[in-house]
T-cell receptor
């Protein structure tokens, strides 16, 4: 599975936008870029995913570089509830894919009031 | 639609006992994944099951651990003769049958926190 690199930690102020970067220089053409987050003492929660085009949903936006070697998760207005560990994960498509998620260390986001 | 359910939420066992962790996937989901999170560590994939079949067990320890997902009832992760190093949070996730190979999301349960004394 292709590897991702994220900063260990980031800080943000409440109600400000947050840009969480992820590098995945060895991404293959069939790899989807997934983001999950894990709030303290909870199970992971899906945030967003994309393949080539930028994506928006009610939780966040995903900006994917043109060469797909990096992506950025954007939280438009951080709230205290967004304090969590954010994981950037590559998942291969295709009939041989078992769909398992390979979690790295993620980025621990702190949100200050 | 109820989410993924896991029970018990907390489980305490003494060394040498057996631990049984249960996971009920979301309604209509036929794919179940188990992950383990050791203290102060990241989440690690353990096993992937479809109804009555183990598809990928590449992350399962070779001994003492087993998993099943019967035709009826929840998925079970079973740990025999537990040791202190098994203390961890165990999460299961489910995904729908028809989109599991399209990069779709997994829905996680709240986890079972196993403590081995």
């Amino acid at each position: 599975d292709a590897k991702t690199t994220q900063p260990n930690s980031m800080e943000s102020n409440e109600e400000e936008p947050v840009h969480l970067p992820c590098n995945h220089s060895t991404i293959s053409g069939t790899d989807y870029i997934h983001w999950y987050r894990q709030l303290p003492s909870q199970g992971p929660e899906y945030v967003i995913h994309g393949l080539t085009s930028n994506v928006n949903n009610r939780m966040a936006s995903l900006a994917i570089a043109e060469d797909r070697k990096s992506s950025t998760l954007i939280l438009h207005r951080a709230t205290l509830r967004d304090a969590a560990v954010y994981y950037c994960i590559l998942r291969a498509d295709g009939s041989g894919n078992t769909g398992k998620l390979i979690f790295g260390q993620g980025t621990t986001l702190q949100v200050k009031p | 639609n109820a989410g993924v359910m896991q029970n018990p939420r907390h489980l305490v066992r003494r060394r040498g006992q057996e631990a049984r962790l249960r996971c009920s996937p979301m309604k209509g989901h036929s794919h179940v994944y188990w992950y383990r999170q050791l203290p102060e560590e990241g989440l690690k994939f353990m096993v992937y099951l479809q109804k009555e079949n183990i598809i990928d067990e590449s992350g399962m320890p070779k001994e003492r651990f087993s998993a099943e997902f019967p035709k009826e009832g929840p998925s079970i992760l079973r740990i025999q003769q537990v040791v202190r190093g098994d203390s961890a949070a165990y999460f299961c996730a489910s995904s729908p049958l028809e989109r599991s190979d399209k990069g779709d999301e997994q829905f996680f349960g709240p986890g079972t926190r196993l403590t081995v004394l």
